[in-house]
């Protein structure tokens, strides 16, 4: 027996990626203010897949797919004599884990394009942007999420079959996936390291993390605000803001509506309201806007034609299904779907000095002069804190 490479560096790289990759979109899938991170750990994650499947091509001999093709039946044999103590030692995948690689390969695709496609359908971006509206998009999006509950119950069977079977054949089967050496006869295959070629798939994972948060996302946000909070201990809430798409603007709207009052982007009432609130205009809660013939049409054709009827943005499409058609409300603090995301806000929160009212909506919202009201940009202000009496010091005679 002697010590020998059997998983070249690329393999490794793409091992240990893929898994923190998987862990790191788990851990962000919840939280709105890491949608940008989720999103991006689900590109890389794709990506590797991409790579593995050349790489079980032209990769080590253990790396190549012809090393650990199994039918079903062996690899139903493989568990059973695992289960009963006395399965055989493989010196690369045995037949049991090479299903499991198989699979969550497949489950890694599954969420990708299930993740791309409900990207599309619910954020409006990406490669499938206008692909599908937000209602279409719902079964795809439980899909999706079922899909990563799924690759998680295969990931931790997979963590058991490690655990199980490096202490049957007395081996750390994770610390060689590390260091990519196990014990072997003089007959097996030699791995090649294959430095170059993981080298070129770290530059290029570095080059698309920092395209996606320098350019991507920088050309929206001030991300390095974020990153001194991070450095300096700041004791804000750290997240990485998910920008929306750019939605259709235009002067004479925000001139006319900007002029008495924050305009409020014609996404968050129905087309039925903005004609209703223009065709009373001489009764615009308590005041005449007096607007003349051609201003009022051109006002009413932005306004209609990005009304949440259209469906632009998540919040229209949800603020849109949540008012009922006999409805007309004039107000968007009075729809349900807003009542019932603010239900939650406290008294104080609404005192707050940089708050106020409850049609400040860019006090909460950094997004809301751009109409977009993407979950990720939501961030209720912490109240100034009240400036504190000098400490008084003494004066030496």
């Known amino acids: 027996m002697q010590r020998t490479l059997i998983w070249d560096l690329p393999t490794r790289l793409f091992h240990w990626t893929l898994a923190l990759s998987f862990v790191g979109a788990w851990l962000t899938s919840e939280g709105d203010q890491w949608h940008s991170i989720h999103v991006f750990l689900g590109y890389l994650a794709l990506g590797m897949v991409s790579f593995r499947l050349v790489w079980g091509l032209m990769g080590s001999h253990f790396s190549r797919f012809s090393s650990f093709w199994f039918s079903p039946k062996e690899a139903l044999s493989y568990l059973s004599e695992v289960m009963a103590g006395h399965a055989k030692r493989h010196v690369g995948h045995n037949p049991t884990g090479s299903w499991a690689i198989y699979i969550l390969l497949a489950l890694t695709v599954l ?66 996936m590390l260091t990519g050496f196990k014990m072997t006869e003089d007959s097996t295959p030699v791995a090649q390291s294959r430095g170059r070629v993981a080298l070129l798939m770290a530059l290029v994972m570095a080059v698309f993390s920092g395209w996606w948060f320098y350019y991507a996302i920088d050309e929206q946000m001030d991300s390095m605000s974020w990153y001194s909070k991070l450095e300096s201990g700041s004791d804000d809430e750290l997240h990485v803001k ?84 006999n409805a007309t409300p004039l107000r968007i603090t009075e729809t349900p779907y807003w009542l019932k995301k603010h239900h939650e806000i406290t008294a104080a929160d609404w005192a707050n000095p940089l708050v106020k009212s409850k049609n400040n909506c860019a006090a909460c919202h950094t997004d809301a002069d751009a109409g977009s009201f993407e979950d990720a940009a939501m961030r209720i202000p912490k109240p100034p804190q009240a400036a504190s009496a000098p400490v008084p010091t003494k004066v030496k005679p």
């Open 242 to 325: 998910f920008i929306g798409k750019q939605l259709p603007d235009n002067k004479q709207w925000r001139d006319e509506c900007g002029s008495c009052h924050a305009v409020f982007y014609p996404a968050l009432l129905p087309s039925r309201s903005w004609k209703k609130m223009m065709a009373e205009q001489d009764q615009h809660f308590g005041s005449d806007l007096g607007l003349d013939g051609p201003t009022a049409a051109a006002l009413l054709k932005f306004l209609t034609d990005n009304s949440a009827d259209q469906q632009i943005t998540e919040a229209a499409f949800k603020i849109g299904q949540s008012i009922p058609k």
């Open 111 to 176: 969420l990708g394009v299930t993740g791309i496609l409900t990207l599309g359908g619910d954020e409006q971006q990406g490669v499938a942007a206008g692909w599908l509206n937000f209602g279409q998009i719902q079964t795809l999006k439980k899909l999706h999420e079922l899909t990563a509950i799924v690759m998680l119950l295969v990931v931790m069977g997979h963590l058991a079959g490690v655990v199980v079977e490096s202490v049957q054949h007395q081996e750390n089967l994770a610390r060689s």
